[in-house]
């Protein structure tokens, strides 16, 4: 098993819900099959070529920040062209629907379950809600692989390309483990990692934004159409125009659902 991880951040801005901060660090892991890993590369690649024309050069990767604001090698995007790649890879996930685990840590989740991560793991500060949200991820995954062999790869940021990770999480693990550091245009898993993360985010963000434009509700539309394999996510039908009143009721249930608010 191939594990992919990368992880996106929330912009410091206010968010106008009382159920959601603007102070949350995501990471999310998507898992692929040893005997489909060379297929998504080649055709990801196959499809970074097929953009020269249109694009007038070769991007270099998929990262969908870029993609979404028409930045460096999408400078040339049209809206449409935006929202045709966002759909295209909704397309493309929900064909495969690989095993998503996501892991989201805000200002009142450690305070919601009464815990706290008191020393350094394995080089993750327990100060940093990235390193929390992704020391979480690394537990969920240790459940979910059971022993499997794995190759794990995190996105480049916090190591150089080559460097170790995880090691120190598999102690004793009955499979095989090599973990590492990979810069996402050399290692396409990453991009699609990076395009879970970004819809997971941009969702979000959307979601409690008020006034969107057309082109924002098209965005929420293609990757509403998200059909993933992760227990971590809530599916949930709203009105195409809903507001932040029908997205904190649908965390207000979730939260009671789980004993974190009174019935």
């Given at each position: 098993m191939y594990i992919a991880i990368d992880d996106t951040y929330s912009s410091n801005v206010t968010i106008d819900s009382n159920y959601v901060t603007s102070n949350r660090r995501t990471n999310v892991a998507v898992c692929f099959a040893d005997d489909e890993v060379e297929h998504?590369?080649?055709?990801?690649?196959?499809?970074?070529d097929e953009l020269t024309e249109l694009l007038g050069k070769r991007p270099s990767e998929f990262h969908f920040v870029e993609i979404v604001n028409k930045k460096r090698d999408w400078i040339s995007l049209s809206d449409d062209h935006v929202l045709r790649l966002l759909s295209f890879f909704v397309k493309i996930y929900n064909h495969y629907r690989w095993p998503v685990l996501i892991q989201t840590v805000d200002?009142?989740?450690?305070?919601d379950h009464g815990v706290a991560i008191a020393t350094n793991v394995h080089g993750l500060d327990p100060q940093k809600k990235e390193d929390q949200s992704l020391f979480l991820l690394i537990l969920k995954l240790r459940r979910f692989l059971k022993g499997q062999n794995v190759v794990l790869i995190m996105d480049e940021g916090r190591g150089d390309p080559g460097d170790e990770f995880g090691k120190g999480f598999f102690p004793d693990w009955a499979g095989s483990f090599d973990g590492y550091y990979e810069s996402s245009k050399q290692e396409p898993l990453l991009q699609i990692?990076?395009?879970i993360a970004y819809a997971i985010n941009r969702l979000t963000n959307l979601s409690t934004k008020s006034n969107r434009s057309s082109h924002e509700q098209e965005q929420i539309r293609i990757l509403g159409q998200l059909d993933l394999n992760s227990d971590d996510v809530r599916i949930a039908k709203v009105r195409p125009e809903f507001g932040r009143a029908e997205f904190d009721a649908i965390h207000l249930e979730d939260r009671k659902a789980k004993g974190l608010e009174p019935s």
């Open positions: 998504v590369r080649e055709e990801l690649n196959s499809c970074l200002d009142r989740t450690f305070a990692a990076d395009f």
